[in-house]
Structures are given as structure tokens and as C-alpha cells.
């Protein structure tokens, strides 16, 4: 079955209220922008949802699933699906899935009553064509969607992680734009060497949207719900469904 809705979504851990503490306010707007995303995809037809994210591999993980938000100093553990006997089949989980179970922890339970979860990682060096090859690859025998985790660049500013250059915004608008257009082509445009630089995470999880998004064919509309740099780190926002 095609694709049929798409969510994208940063995974800075300071959008858990508790980690954040004082500065949790600060980040309201994010943390709102992601939960109705999350919502519009769980109220779309989709009935398994993949959840994609960067790490150092490509790894399909095992259902259900586990983390915590130990090493960011809050004890808080976070699980997507159950199975009777309570065993766990992946723990561990990276941010970038990390955060995205937590985004999904947050809903209603009859909000994802009929959806059941897969999740994956995408190395963040794969080239554009092995990520789009894997987005096409994604499908399920049921109506899907993605929740697309992935931080712009961290060179927004001499205070950003990878401290101040001149071509991260302009990078991160056109990335704004395409998810804004729905666009694909652009988005499997995104250079990796140049992302690379830029310490871009959400690149490779991008390009695996559009290769889904392009594989499932027909018209895409895209809402670009938040566009911010607080920290210096680009954090976008968006939702993709069918035209």
C-alpha cells in the first residue's frame, strides 16, 4: 500500500518540558507545532506508521520498542508498543527515535487505537539515492505513514553548536520551502557533503520521505507548520498528505 501522510519533525531533547526545566517555555511553539503534526498523521487513513530517524547505520528495528532520556540527565524511559509478556525488542533507542516515540507517547491512546508502529534508522552519511531507494522500499500491506525526525543546521550563530556560517540559513530555507511545497526533488537535491558541514541530522531522514512520497506518486500537499533557530539549530516542522 502507498504512503498516505507524512509528519516531520526535530528531535532536540530540550523539547521534553521536564529536561528543559526553567527554559521549557521557550520552546512552547516547537513543542505545539510537533503535536499537531503528530495528531494530523494519526488522524490520517494510515494504519502503520514508521518512524525514521538518523544514526551511525541503517538498522530496521525490532517491535516494541524502548529508550530513556538518561544521558541528557532525566531518568525518564519512553516505550512505543507492548506485547503481553512485556518483553522489549529494541532498546536503546537513538534521539532521533528517541524524541519521536516520546512526540507519540503524548497523544490520546484512542488517537493510535488501529495504528501499529514500525521503526528505523537511516545512516547519516547514506548517499541521496540509497535514502530515497529506502523510502521506496518502506511500504506496508496496509495504508502507511512516516513521522520523520531530523534537526536542520547547527550553525546558526557563534553561540550554535557548529558555531556561525553564512550558508546555513540559506540552506535551511530551502529546506523550509520544500517541505512547505511538498517538494521531493528538492529535498533529494539536499548535497551530503554540504549537509555534512553544516551538521545537518535531518537530511538523510528527508531524502527518505521524498523517496517514499515519490515511490507512492500522485500529488502532494505540504503545510510548513514552524521554522525557528533558538539555540542555534535549525528546527522545522511540517506535514505532507495527499493532494
Given at each position: 500500500m ?6 516531520v ?15 521549557a517555555?521557550?520552546l ?8 499537531a ?8 487513513d494510515a494504519e ?6 538518523g ?29 503481553p509478556?512485556?518483553?522489549?525488542g ?13 512526540l ?7 488517537e493510535a487505537r488501529?495504528?501499529?508502529?514500525r ?6 552519511h547514506?548517499?541521496?539515492e ?6 521506496a ?38 529546506v ?27 537530511r ?6 521524498a ?13 510548513l ?19
Amino acid at each position: 500500500m502507498p504512503l498516505v501522510a507524512a509528519a516531520v519533525c526535530p528531535h532536540p531533547p530540550l523539547i521534553v518540558p521536564e529536561l528543559a526545566g526553567a527554559a521549557a517555555p521557550e520552546l512552547d511553539g516547537l513543542r505545539a507545532a510537533c503535536d499537531a503534526a503528530v495528531a494530523g498523521l494519526l488522524a490520517s487513513d494510515a494504519e502503520s506508521v514508521l518512524v525514521v530517524g538518523g544514526d551511525d547505520r541503517d538498522a530496521s528495528l525490532d517491535h516494541p520498542f524502548r529508550g530513556t532520556f538518561a544521558p541528557w540527565g532525566l531518568p525518564l524511559e519512553v516505550q512505543l508498543g507492548r506485547l503481553p509478556d512485556g518483553r522489549v525488542g529494541t532498546d536503546r533507542l537513538p534521539l532521533s527515535l528517541l524524541v519521536g516515540a516520546w512526540l507519540l507517547s503524548r497523544r490520546r491512546p484512542e488517537e493510535a487505537r488501529r495504528t501499529s508502529w514500525r521503526m528505523a534508522t537511516v545512516a547519516h552519511h547514506a548517499p541521496a539515492e540509497e535514502c530515497a531507494a529506502r523510502g521506496a522500499r518502506a511500504g506496508s500491506d496496509r495504508p502507511w505513514g512516516l513521522l520523520v525526525m531530523g534537526d536542520g543546521s547547527a550553525c546558526r550563530g557563534p553561540q550554535s553548536p557548529g558555531y556561525h556560517d553564512p550558508r546555513a540559513e540559506a540552506y535551511d530555507e530551502g529546506v523550509a520551502r520544500a517541505l512547505a511545497d511538498a517538494d521531493a526533488e528538492a529535498l533529494l537535491d539536499l548535497d551530503p557533503a554540504l549537509s555534512a558541514e553544516l551538521r545537518v541530522a535531518g537530511r538523510a531522514p528527508w531524502q527518505v520521505l521524498a523517496g517514499a512520497a515519490r515511490a507512492a506518486g500522485g500529488d502532494w500537499r505540504g503545510t510548513l507548520r514552524h521554522h525557528s533557530a533558538p539555540y542555534g539549530v535549525a528546527y522545522l516542522v511540517a506535514s505532507w498528505e495527499r493532494a
